[in-house]
Structures are given as structure tokens and as C-alpha cells.
């Protein structure tokens, strides 16, 4: 959404600063993003953009919560609608780019980053790959009229094969007695990196779930090679027992097949008018990708 420079100044008096001036940074799926100076600061504007997609408290909260280095700090949410009619909160700017060279050095902190963000952890329940399974199905069976019948058919073979290997092997996290704190977004715009530090942006997806998640988004995301996936996992310390490479796999399984679910959804909604029709052609090579890696993680899991 566009804002004035009259809010941006009632936002500023909220800090108790000056405003010096402002700009757009960037929209994603759920929020629109504002750099703003002041006369002593630079911060971030963050608005909630999407009213199916309400989950921009739940992300101040959890920032709130971080040890400090991990995010960036947030100062103050703002649901009164008074000043802008969405949900919103400011948090520091971040300074920094993303990592365009994939070194030794970023990787080797991204692991020790993670293994540090991950130390955060709480009981979780007993884990079964059919339940954490559902979802996905169901949300390509929920929107399945937005694709063609010959991509549906590959995506039904797909997941029957799927299906059976998660009955062979429900319990494979049964042991996991506790669960770590995710960002769950690592992709390459999210990642803040210095030649020093690293700092992530945009945890609106956080949650407590394994660790696997995080490490197998990251290297999916950034398309790590073999040899720069065996020193990311090796300075985290992932186990390198069969178990602990047959967890990877499985919890890439089940990400591309929220992947490819969440393309179907995506094209439903370009469909249904609310979304762009331009993002189609975009959307559809997505889901092709998604539809042949999760044929390749299968094909590797039946070996």
C-alpha cells in the first residue's frame, strides 16, 4: 500500500524522532516494506498487506523474543489502525547485502548461525510423516481445477508414491523428543550478510518444528552443490549416519510438496482473478521444477 509523508511523520513522533525521509523497499506475499531515517536512526516499516495471511503479530512477538544478533530488534506494533488502516511495526534497518558468492567462509557462519538459532528448542509431540503429510495433499486437491489435467495427473502419481513411503517410515522422528526454533523463509533475499556477521530478515514463517527444515530449505533455496552441502552440514554437525541422511531426504520430500502445493494454490488464485495474470507463466515453470525434484527425491529414497 502507499503511505503519505504525514504518516510516516505520525509514526516517527510514535519513536520520538524526526523524520528525515522515507522510501519503498519491497512487497512480498503479506506485507509491504518502508526504509525510514530519522534525524539519529534508519528502521524498517513493516505492513500487513494480506487479510488472509494475518500473521504479522505473531512475527513481532517472536523477534521480540530472539537473543539479540539473530534479528533485527523490533520497537513497537501497531494494530489501532489510526495512523495507517493495517496492522503494522517497526523493527531496525538491517545494513547489508545478500551473499551473491556462495564461499567457504558464508557458509561455515550460516551453519554456525543456525546451530545457534536452533539451541532454542521446546517438548514437541510424537511426529508422523502421514499426518505431517495431509496438509500438502489437501491443498492441491482443494485447487486442483487451476492446472491442467495432464500436470494434476503427475502431481496424483507423485504423491501416491508419497504416500507409500511415508506408511514405511512414520516414525523415523519418533525420538524427537524436542523441537527447534525455524525461521523457515532461508532464502537468499532474507539473508543480511557483512563478510562478518550474518542477520535474517522476514520471520513471518517462524516456528518449532526439527532442525532438518531449516537446513534443507537453505541448501534447496541456494542451491548448494554436493561438495558445499557436505561442509554446511559437517560444521553444523548433522548426524551423517544412513538415519540422519534419510531424515534430509524425507524432509525434502516434504517441502517440495508444500512447494508444489503452494504453486497450485497460486495459480488458483490468478485464476479466481486475485492475483495478477502475469505471475502465470512464472507460477507454472515453479511447479514443473518442484513436480521433477520431487520425482528425484522420491527415485533417491527408493534406492
Known sequence: MKITKKQVEQICK???EDLVKFSFLASGN???????ETTGNKYVLRIENNPQF??????????KSLKSGLGPKVYFFDKSHKIIPHDYF??????GKYPKKLNDKFLILMAKWLKKLHHQKKPCKKHSMLKAIKPYFRNVNNHKTAIPPNTLNKIDSLFQRVTVFCKKNDEIFADKKEACLLHSDL????????????RLLDWEFSRYNFPEWDLVYFMQSLELNSKQKELF???YGHPTSKTGKKRLLI??????????GYSVWRLSLVKQGKLNKKLKPETSKRLNLDINRLRKIIEDLER
Open 14 to 16: 510514535k519513536l520520538d
Open 30 to 36: 503479506h506485507n509491504d516494506n518502508y526504509a525510514i
Open 54 to 63: 494475518k500473521n504479522l503479530k505473531k512475527e513481532y512477538t517472536l523477534l
Open 90 to 95: 517497526i523493527e531496525e534497518f538491517v545494513e
Open 187 to 198: 532464502s537468499r533475499e532474507n539473508i543480511i550478510y557483512d563478510g562478518k556477521n550474518i
Open 233 to 235: 552440514l559437517k560444521t
Open 251 to 260: 524432509i525434502s520430500l516434504l517441502n517440495t510438496c508444500g512447494d508444489i
